[in-house]
Nanobody
Framework: QVQLVESGGGSVQAGDSLRLSCAAS????????MAWFRQAPGKEREFVAA????????FYSDSVQGRFTIFRNNAKNMVYLQMNSLTPEDTAVYYC??????????????????WGQGTQVAVSS
């Protein structure tokens, strides 16, 4: 079992930056692919970014490519999402997710087994 706890959300202005953190416990995550998803009010949960077990392979949605960076520290059992140049369209609850890294799947939320409770990000114009 993997427990995930997100932190770092908040209310910011357009153009600002935030760094989200995901603390994992219960087991070492060095065999897990990790991802960030987000869900805005009235919308489906959408993929944001993913990273494979080693950190060598990174994946981003088109909407955040070039602005967001996902990285991990397996020694600390942590995953991060650095978000730059935020826009109001980035407003959502952001979730950290984990799955054993058995195949290249990285963007389908149904394939992820463990989820955090989410952290709210609000970006005003």
């Amino acid at each position: 079992q993997v427990q995930l706890v997100e932190s770092g959300g908040g209310s910011v202005q357009a153009g600002d930056s935030l760094r989200l953190s995901c603390a994992a416990s219960g087991t070492a995550i060095n065999s897990y692919a990790m991802a960030w998803f987000r869900q805005a009010p009235g919308k489906e949960r959408e993929f944001v970014a993913a990273i494979n077990w080693s950190g060598a392979n990174l994946f981003y949605s088109d909407s955040v490519q070039g602005r967001f960076t996902i990285f991990r520290n397996n020694a600390k059992n942590m995953v991060y999402l650095q978000m730059n140049s935020l826009t109001p369209e980035d407003t959502a609850v952001y979730y950290c997710a984990a799955r054993l890294d058995r195949d290249p799947e990285h963007s389908d939320p149904r394939r992820f087994d463990y989820w955090g409770q989410g952290t709210q990000v609000a970006v005003s114009s």
